[in-house]
């Protein structure tokens, strides 16, 4: 909508070859394109709305959500002992295929919130 409206302001019209009914040189057309931008613009905020309904639903279960952890919770007890007894994270971090920022980033159980 908001490309069609700088094309209407700088005095030009839209005109799609392949459907007849999105002309803004009409207003016919005109009328169209308004009403289902605003069929889309309905839309877009019912799927915001349940999104974040759903999300609230997860969170309230338990859920965890984001990006799985790429070591177990064995691996990063193991990982950050090993850190603690003063190997470097970039050694840690190749033993588990994982970068040292990955180990670098790891809390001890009473450092989390």
Not at 21 to 42: P, R, Y
Not at 47 to 70: C, F, N, Q, V, Y
Request: aromatic letters at 4%; proline letters at 2%.
């Amino acid at each position: 909508m908001n490309v069609l409206e700088e094309i209407t302001r700088r005095g030009a019209g839209f005109r799609s070859l392949a459907d007849a009914w999105a002309d803004t040189t009409t207003a016919h057309g005109q009328l169209m394109v308004t009403i289902l931008g605003g069929l889309a613009e309905f839309e877009r905020e019912l799927i915001r709305a349940r999104t974040g309904e759903g999300l609230k639903r997860a969170r309230e279960r338990g859920i965890r959500l984001g990006p799985k952890h790429k070591l177990t919770h064995h691996q990063q007890r193991e990982a950050l002992a090993r850190r603690e007894a003063g190997e470097s994270c970039a050694e840690i971090g190749r033993s588990y295929n994982v970068s040292h920022s990955t180990i670098s980033r790891l809390k001890a159980p009473s450092e989390r919130t």
